[in-house]
């Protein structure tokens, strides 16, 4: 049928032709975007899963730079802490220096003195100076609060770390179920009544008495009790006897008497607490709960260290069994390390202060007592007790970097590594579902452009076929 006032092929041609071009349009949107999707018309669903991929995306690559920030400030502390150290271990040579009284002058001790309050000066100068993005890093401002704290009962605690989660503060209860207790031997004589000669001796050493007949037991006390800072060991005398027993408390401070074999006078036996007839005998190491959870113990000693509470701490000599409790009020570093806001993915670290007033503890004394007019320095004679507070001292600082270096090493660097893999396989399934597979798009873009053209010569093919009605007219 032969019609000109509705041209169906030219109508036909026309709808192909738009479609074609519609596809071409598309094609080259998504070749000049690189984007398989640009609006939600080109995939509703693949818009949605893409989305929130990216927003993944965004919080791991951001996890990804608070761990590394982390690491910067753990590095920094570190760094700082080194040079303490190594302050340190001058300090020490120069107390063990000047311990030599025999070989050194008056004027040399007083020397070595000025070194030791220049060096500590040094140590606390390094402590208050110390920051990150103008926060102080071990001056103690990154310590954690604690209120309640029985003192008198807990001379020493350190809390390295805690995780406060919802709660404003945390509620610490401390169970002491078995005593520190001391390595003790007893002597129930009031005189030794042969010559003899005994070892004592204790975790730190080893030294050989001799005594003659009819030596009371108030001068074998004595006489132990001199050399006690080199065999660990004490005694206590009385009318009746003695009672030997370890200076440090648990189970690895021990105490011995022994006659040496070749001794042909009398003997120096010895009982423990159950009166049975030994040679050495151990101390023992405190045990409690906190919070629940076991701690463990090295004679006064306590250290809980769980996914929630890491806790150092040292009991009181005279604590025995009971509770205690105190509260962790705020403080430390809160690191957020995963892509969520939440209790699981933040660790926190506290470091303490490492001015001069706080190393050492209240048991040995604080290094401050050691400089000019202190009560341990070198020019009152200090040295043995100046020395037991260098060496707590560097083994805190010791600690406290071992701590930072493990957080830093075994928490930051393998959560780095972690969220880099996570980044990586994140990015790849957004890539997977938005980006333009270029190779297919091409091919896209050639049938589009085929597709148009073939269209428009159609359409002009259809255009031109009611012209044929003229042929009819004419004849």
């Not at 271990?89 to 309050?117: F, K, P, T, Y």
């Not at 980044?423 to 399934?429: P, R």
């Amino acid at each position: 049928m032969a019609t000109i006032n509705t041209n169906v092929p030219a109508m036909t041609a026309q709808n192909n032709l738009r479609r074609a071009q519609d596809t071409l349009t598309t094609s080259l949107e998504r070749l000049a975007s690189g984007l398989r999707i640009n609006r939600g018309a080109d995939d509703p669903a693949g818009l949605i899963v893409s989305e929130n991929l990216r927003a993944e995306v965004a919080a791991v690559g951001q996890a990804i730079e608070n761990t590394q920030r982390a690491s910067l400030v753990i590095a920094t502390a570190e760094g700082a802490l080194n040079e303490v150290a190594a302050l340190l271990v001058d300090v020490q040579d120069l107390v063990v220096e000047a311990a030599n009284r025999g070989a050194m002058s008056d004027e040399e001790i007083r020397a070595n003195q000025l070194q030791i309050d220049s060096a500590i000066d040094s140590i606390s100068r390094i402590a208050n100076t110390t920051s990150f993005a103008g926060r102080k890093l071990i001056n103690g401002e990154l310590d954690y609060v604690l209120s309640g704290v029985a003192w008198s009962a807990v001379p020493s605690l350190q809390i390295h770390q805690a995780q406060f989660g919802t709660r404003d503060y945390i509620p610490v209860e401390v169970n002491v179920t078995q005593s520190a207790q001391q390595a003790a031997l007893f002597f129930a004589s009031a005189q030794i009544s042969a010559p003899v000669t005994v070892e004592i001796a204790g975790n730190t050493g080893m030294v050989s008495l001799s005594f003659i007949s009819g030596t009371n037991a108030s001068a074998i006390a004595a006489a132990i009790n001199v050399v006690s800072d080199a065999t660990g060991v004490c005694a206590i005398g009385s009318a009746t006897g003695f009672m030997l027993r370890s200076v440090g408390y648990g189970s690895d401070q021990w105490v011995s008497v022994r006659t040496l074999p070749n001794d042909v006078g009398g003997s120096m036996a010895v009982v423990d607490a159950d009166g049975d007839s030994v040679e050495r005998d151990y101390g023992q190491d405190a045990a409690a709960t906190v919070n629940g959870a076991s701690s463990i113990g090295r004679g006064l000693n306590l250290i809980l260290n769980t996914t929630t509470l890491d806790i150092d701490m040292t009991l009181d000599a005279s604590f025995g069994l009971g509770s205690t409790s105190f509260a962790i009020t705020g403080g430390g570093m809160l690191f957020q390390v995963g892509p969520d806001v939440n209790t699981n993915l933040q660790v926190n670290i506290g470091i303490q202060s490492m001015t001069a007033n706080r190393l050492g503890n209240r048991d040995v004394g604080y290094l401050s007592q050691i400089v000019t007019g202190g009560e341990y320095s070198m020019v009152a004679g200090g040295e043995v007790q100046a020395q037991q507070i260098v060496d707590e001292a560097i083994r805190q600082v010791s600690v406290t970097r071992g701590r930072l270096g493990a957080f830093e090493r075994n928490t930051l660097d393998t959560n780095v590594n972690q969220l880099q893999i996570t980044l990586e396989n994140l990015t790849a399934s957004q890539s997977a579902i938005r980006d333009t597979d270029f190779a297919e798009e091409t091919s896209n873009l050639t049938r589009a452009q085929i597709l148009v053209n073939v269209a428009n010569s159609v359409l002009s093919i259809a255009n031109a076929t009611p012209q044929n009605v003229l042929a009819l007219l004419g004849g």
